[in-house]
């Protein structure tokens, strides 16, 4: 089993910035190829970013690409997500998840975060 919790969330103007982690304990972290997904109200979960166990291969929605990064830690057992220049429509709740690498399907991973919201006003 893998746990999963996000932080990080908040309210932020449009073209500011947020950092969401992910702390991970249970397995051993760098075995897990990594993902962030959102979800905004009445739509369905979507692919955001993916980053390889070892941190070497990222993979990046175009929608967040030259916006928003996905390192990873560890050491810290620790995924984060550092978001720049963000929009309103970047609005949702954002998780991580475990268990696979640039796959956009939900099904494919075996563990997820609580969520965390992050709402960008105009």
């Known amino acids: 089993q893998v746990q999963l919790v996000e932080s990080g969330g908040g309210l932020v103007q449009a073209g500011g910035s947020l950092r969401l982690s992910c702390a991970a304990s249970g397995r051993t972290f760098s075995n897990y190829d990594m993902s962030w997904f959102r979800q905004a109200p009445g739509k369905e979960r979507e692919f955001v970013a993916s980053i390889s166990g070892s941190g070497g291969r990222t993979s990046y929605a175009d929608y967040v690409k030259g916006r928003f990064t996905i390192p990873r830690d560890n050491a810290k057992n620790t995924l984060s997500l550092q978001m720049n220049s963000l929009k309103p429509e970047d609005t949702a709740v954002y998780y991580c998840?475990?268990?696979?690498?640039?796959?956009?399907?939900?099904?494919?991973?075996?563990?997820w975060g609580q969520g965390t919201q992050v709402t960008v006003s105009s």
């Open positions: 998840a475990a268990g696979s690498y640039g796959v956009i399907s939900v099904w494919e991973y075996d563990y």
